[in-house]
């Protein structure tokens, strides 16, 4: 059974203070691994998709990496419209029916 | 650009009651998917669609129905709704080269 665990369950950062969120995943074979933000009362959006160890991703203040057993999300300098749910989620290549397994989610809120 | 339509947004209901949730997209994918969102379990999936005229289930699919009516549109029907199922609903919809999904806005639904 896939399973995708997420740390810290919230995380309160301060304007310019970088940190890092994990993913940590067991699954049968990865074909992917995806990272998505929620806005409250909205779905998710999806950020990025790793598919092998040692990828990197980068999109504005956000850089993701995947080695074999965990994802981190990198955030330089957050600022406060930063701050939403970090969902990672993966996708194994035996599950035909391409779902993907989620974590519960990182929130993440950063101060002015 | 609509994306992934979901209706109704909120809906209130009594033990027993049923309903049908709406999802349409524009985007011609293929696949289409309903998940249910609950507080520190994350996103947890309940049937999906590979393509039209199929369906399969997911992780939690007891109490659930669904209709794939063609490629835009995939319901999904409480036939006698419960207090359990009091939860956030969300469509998505991905194609099948493509792995990431683009999710609705979601229907928040409580069963009295």
């Known amino acids: 059974e896939d399973q995708v665990t997420q740390s810290p369950e919230a995380l309160r950062l301060q304007e310019g203070e970088s940190s890092s969120l994990n993913c940590s995943y067991t699954v049968s074979g990865l074909r992917g691994l995806f990272w998505y933000r929620q806005d409250p009362g909205k779905g998710p959006e999806f950020l990025f998709t790793l598919y092998s160890a040692g990828e990197e991703k980068e999109k504005e203040r956000l850089k993701a990496t995947l080695t074999k057993k965990e994802s981190f999300l990198h955030i330089t300098a957050p600022k406060p419209e930063d701050s939403a749910t970090y969902l990672c989620a993966v996708q194994a290549f035996d599950t035909g029916r391409r779902a993907l397994t989620f974590g519960s989610g990182t929130r993440l809120q950063v101060q002015p | 650009n609509a994306g992934v339509t979901q209706t109704p947004k909120f809906q209130v209901l009594k033990t027993g009651q049923s309903m049908t949730l709406q999802c349409a997209q524009d985007?011609?994918?293929?696949?289409m998917y309903w998940y249910r969102q609950d507080p520190g379990m994350g996103l947890r999936l309940i049937y999906y669609?590979?393509?039209?005229?199929?369906?399969d289930k997911g992780e939690v699919p007891n109490g659930y129905n669904v209709s794939r009516l063609n490629k835009r549109e995939f319901s999904l029907r409480l036939e006698s709704a419960a207090p359990s199922q009091t939860s956030v609903y969300f469509c998505?919809?991905?194609?099948?080269?493509?792995?990431?999904?683009?999710f609705g806005s979601g229907t928040r639904l409580t069963v009295v």
């Open positions: 998505a919809s991905s194609e099948n080269r493509d792995y990431g999904y683009t």
């Open positions: 669609s590979a393509s039209e005229g199929t369906t």
């Open positions: 985007m011609n994918h293929n696949s």
